[in-house]
């Protein structure tokens, strides 16, 4: 069945630092990938989102390309800022293989000023 | 914008009550609502998948006489706990599917359940 992996549990960087956040994905089919961020006390908001293999999304400075040939969607961002701290979920979208969204097990990312 | 409002943010209940909790949809139509429990590890479990006309999906490990859902219209949903134990805490999350985002689910702020 499809599955999305997000092995790193927490990265702490000093602002203004690269962020990678790594994602791989499992699937037959051609659903749609998202990134979410929640904040502390909150729901998860969308981040990005890319429908379409080998198509890059980006929002508010972060960045993430749907890969079908690695299976990826990495996120990135250039420089990270205090306030991006939050945890951040890589996200399989429903497609006619499967109903159901999948959710990695998110990323806590901890910025230090 | 899409909007998803959830009520209430927080509720204590005492052992073997209940807890009642909705969802609206602001600014777009629902084709479905999906209601999660997101643990204290911020894992996401499914609790079920509802749409608009159809069956109510449950997962495995939650059923419809623990968890009752309704849904009776494009922006509406609520849920039910019945018989609240200490092993349902959480943050319950409503993610509504927008029909005109693709599969874009919008997340309310959660109802948190705290059992005593």
């Known amino acids: 069945g499809n599955s999305v992996t997000q092995m790193q549990g927490q990265v702490t960087l000093s602002e203004e630092e690269f962020l990678f956040i790594n994602c791989t994905y499992s699937t037959t089919g051609y659903p749609t990938l998202f990134w979410y961020v929640q904040y502390p006390g909150e729901g998860p908001q969308l981040l990005l989102k890319?429908?379409?293999?080998?198509n890059k999304g980006s929002s508010r400075g972060f960045e993430a390309t749907y890969d079908k040939g690695t299976t990826s969607f990495h996120l990135q961002k250039a420089s990270v800022q205090e306030s991006d701290s939050a945890v951040y979920y890589c996200?399989?979208?429903?497609?006619?293989?499967?109903?159901?969204?999948?959710f990695g097990k998110g990323t806590h990312l901890h910025v230090l000023p | 914008g899409a909007l998803v409002y959830q009520y209430p943010r927080r509720t204590i209940c005492k052992s073997g009550t209940s807890m009642r909790m909705e969802c609206q949809a602001v600014?777009?139509?629902?084709?479905?609502v999906a209601w999660y429990r997101q643990s204290p590890q911020k894992t996401f479990e499914l609790i079920a998948l509802?749409?608009?006309?159809?069956?109510?999906?449950?997962e495995q490990n939650f059923t419809q006489e623990k968890f009752p859902i309704s849904h009776p219209n494009l922006s509406f949903s609520s849920m039910t706990v019945l018989n609240a134990y200490l092993e349902d805490r959480g943050l319950y999350l409503c993610g509504a599917r927008d029909r005109n985002s693709g599969n874009t689910l919008y997340f309310g702020e959660g109802s948190r359940l705290i059992v005593v």
């Open positions: 600014g777009f139509q629902a084709t479905s």
């Open positions: 890319v429908t379409t293999a080998n």
């Open positions: 509802s749409t608009v006309n159809s069956a109510i999906k449950y």
């Open positions: 996200v399989l979208g429903p497609d006619t293989n499967a109903y159901k969204v999948i």
